[in-house]
């Protein structure tokens, strides 16, 4: 095994190829470790990590937590609405009288894009980004292609669509990244107002008729409506959206073909994916939250290990 | 680098099966008895020892696990070299099993106090055994000794102590190795 070739986690795109398979290799062991009777393993009984949310989360928060206390490390919560953030203390003060603390890792969602790559050319910890805005989720990324590998075998040479939202999903950009990275084929789908110009430039196919994406891909992956980050009407009505870009059981079952079905949660029920399809057995939702602690217990692992004593 | 030769093929054939029947003594048919390979090394004498068992001495059964102990280390950090991790095969259960750890090389003690921990992830076991090819005397860190042992070797601490598997490495062996 070597190591990573990062000291930070700030997006896909600064990783390898090899950094993406040592973190996939290290999460099959740690997948094993927590199928078993006591889920925990000493390593990181030394480090301590602070949990920086500037942003609402539930399931990062949860699974970073998660991930981090099955590694042992000291656990901090911070979020932002409870925080000096709103008296109008910087993100460096704030982080670096954390830091003070004695704190060798931060794990950071934040609404800028570019946070923690600002944050990691200003203080020494080693950063995770756990979504800067609508730029990166690096370990949303890892773990949809981690289990896009445990449901099919191998990334490579796979068709992937991601469906719906583009232009605010930050989960879309890494996605991309991700896949590319591993040798997928990737094809970006939704209605025309929700994706990017000049989406094409970063190689992925564009549609807009959500059946031909289906009729093309192995694995759909369905984006949430953001409606929290949308400052004007992108679609006339969620039920047209729905309608369009939907995915239901009689859709599914119209192809000639398994589809794998994702989503990053939320779900929007009814929206971008019917309830039949959510809890059938294409779908592997509830694989992706089960891989999402592992990859990250694998990235905070490997992560704290180039963390000199 | 030198290598001088302790012990061959067929002296590690002899050691496998006084092992093999020392563990018989004690564990009689092997039905509250696992045994357990620790990774990466301890594996290989692991295997061949359940080999020996089923094969020669027509013991039926042989539970067989390997363990990995990486994330128990406590030198996690404290090294140039980075903590590779293996597979962990422990498909039944350990409680209230007698336990029977087998590696290769029995050094500071620290590989087995790791696995001790480790173990209890899997239950309680009812006893713990050590069983090691090669025990490198006086260089203990911790108060850990072999129940069984094939060889005790006295080597200064430059100075490796080398196990090769004819399945991995090509030859049944054990060499001294100096820089």
Redesign the interface.
Known sequence: MSELSVNHLLGIKYLKASDVDLIFETADHFKEVINRPIKKVPSLRDITIANLFFENSTRTKLSFELAEKRLSADVINFSASQSSVKKGETLIDTVNNILSMKVDMVVMRHPNPGAGVFLSNHINASIVNAGDGAHEHPTQALLDSYSIREKLGEVKGKNVVIVGDILHSRVALSNIYALQLQGANVMVCGPKTLLPKYIDKLGVKVETNLRKALEWCDVANMLRVQNERMDINYFPSTREYSQQFGVNKALLNSLNKEVVIMHPGPINRGVEITSDVADSDQAIILDQVQNGVAVRMAVIYLLASKIKQ | MSHKALLSAKEVNIILHRLACQLIENHHDFKNTVLIGLQPRGTFLAERLAQILEQDYKVKNIKLGFL?I????DD???GEK???????QINFLVEDKNVVFIDDVLYTGRSIRAAL?AI????RPKEIELLTLIDRRFSRHLPIQPNYRGRQVDAINEEKVKVKWIENDGEDAVYLIKN
């Not at chain 2, 990486?70 to 280390?73: A, D, E, H, P």
């Not at chain 2, 980075?82 to 962990?88: S, Y």
């Not at chain 2, 209890?120 to 239950?123: D, L």
Request: net charge positive; no cysteine.
């Open positions: 990995d990486t994330f128990y280390r996690f950090r404290r980075i903590l590779e991790a293996n597979t962990t921990t209890q992830s899997f239950g």
